[in-house]
């Protein structure tokens, strides 16, 4: 929901009037092609992309998943961008003021394009849950943030995952602007052992559905009319 | 009614730190080789859209980050549409893009930007679009925007300041409060 008195800053940055439902064009239908561009060797590895010297600190992940749309097709070449907290929670951020040290090999930056079955994969440290400020001191739960660009713009998703088993999850009132329990659940990571590096990483897997050509504004209309 | 397999993913907030992961030349890091800027590169009459984001005190939206999508000057998209993103200023909320004045990409309807909102406080990006004033009359006959009343329709249109040069602020809520949409 927008509005979401739970949560604070949406009670002066959620519109107030409903969405004005358009039928998609060409433009919406296209998008920027950002997966063709070249991308660092680490830009995916954030345990060693901003590494000074050492690995980064905490507990070594795997994240990988496939993005799909809801056709169950894979969506190739999508480019996936994500930014974390550090181990301790804190955010190598010039505003994040959490009093949790910094990790001097870790920036919280990373980035890669899913292959040609939509696949995608990051290696970096499961981050820390923090405090913030809601309803006095309210904490998130561990989290990573992800922006997904699909094939059209119309497909663009920002979002945020979250780990199996974290008590904070049914806490949070971000997460709890989902009015839904069921599309909550598709935002948490699944542990994979099977996946796991042994005696290196652990793996949390996690598919990313983006919508397709939206027509649900139009559903009194006769199917292909 | 399309009813998909899969459910899509829902959104979350981009939250305020946005910046590490989609620009990190604006927190004082390295920027990532090929990362979208402000600027979008093509041929055809340069212009400078920019504004700012108002939340429903008035208060500038400082952590925003914004995304502009559009046609070319020729009016293609695909392969040819324009893309570009800025971070609002730290201090001042202030975004800017510099990109071309986009063609038609609709049959004989007027031409506009597509425009992403992005920030702590918005569960899901609000999308709006940018029209320009020459084309005032054609914005009101647009299709797509005809159901809106006259008010609501002049929030989607950009002030001139100068030649080439528009001024687009987003209000969040308010009297003025613009026209998002559901696409």
């Known amino acids: 929901m927008p509005l979401s008195p739970g949560y604070k800053s949406t009670v002066l940055r959620a519109p107030l009037r409903p969405l004005h439902a358009v039928e998609q064009s060409a433009l919406e239908r296209s998008g920027p092609a950002l997966g063709n561009t070249a991308l660092g060797p680490l ?4 345990i060693r992309n901003a590494a000074q010297g050492g690995d980064a600190l905490g507990e070594r992940i795997y994240v990988f998943g496939q993005v799909l749309d809801e056709n169950a097709r894979p969506v190739p070449n999508a480019l996936i961008e994500i930014w974390q907290a550090n181990a301790a929670g804190r955010y190598a951020h010039v505003k994040d003021g959490y009093l949790a040290p910094l990790d001097p090999n870790f920036s919280g930056c990373g980035r890669c394009v899913s292959d040609g079955e939509g696949r995608y994969l990051f290696r970096t440290i ?9 309803n006095g001191s309210d904490w998130r739960p561990a989290h990573i943030h992800l922006s997904i660009f699909g094939e059209a713009f119309a497909q663009r998703l920002v979002t945020q995952l979250y780990f199996e088993g974290d008590p904070l999850i049914p806490l949070c009132p971000i997460v709890n602007t989902i009015p839904d329990p069921a599309a909550i659940d598709r935002l948490v990571a699944r542990l994979d052992m099977r996946n796991q590096e042994p005696f290196d990483c652990l793996a949390y897997r996690f598919d990313i559905v983006l919508r397709g ?13 | 009614m399309m009813i998909g397999k899969l459910q899509e993913t829902p959104s979350q907030t981009a939250g305020p730190y946005v910046h590490i992961g989609t620009a990190p030349q604006s927190i004082g890091r390295p920027p990532l080789t090929g990362q979208p800027g402000p600027r979008a590169e093509a041929e055809g009459e340069r212009i400078i859209i920019e504004g700012t984001v108002f939340d429903g005190a008035g208060a500038p939206l400082r952590d925003a980050m914004l995304e502009i999508w559009q046609a070319d000057s020729a009016g293609r998209v695909g392969a040819e549409g324009l893309f570009a993103r800025c971070l609002a200023d730290f201090d001042t909320g202030r975004y800017r893009f510099e990109t071309v004045r986009p063609g038609p990409h609709r049959e004989g309807q007027p031409a506009h930007v597509a425009l992403l909102i992005f920030a702590r406080g918005i569960n899901l990006h609000l999308h709006t679009r940018i029209h320009f004033p020459e084309e005032r009359e054609r914005v009101a006959a ?3 925007l005809r159901r809106l009343e006259p008010e609501a329709r002049e929030t989607l249109i950009a002030t001139q300041e100068a030649a080439g040069h528009y001024r687009f602020d987003v209000h969040l809520q308010g009297a003025n409060e613009t026209v998002f949409f559901d696409i």
Not at chain 1, 126 to 134: A, D, E, S, T
Not at chain 1, 213 to 225: K, L, M
């Open chain 1, 43 to 46: 830009d995916h590895d954030l």
């Open chain 1, 126 to 134: 499961k981050p820390g849950p923090y405090p913030w400020p809601n």
């Open chain 1, 213 to 225: 050509r939206r027509q649900t504004h139009f559903e009194t209309r006769p199917e292909g009319a």
């Open chain 2, 142 to 144: 647009d299709p797509d």
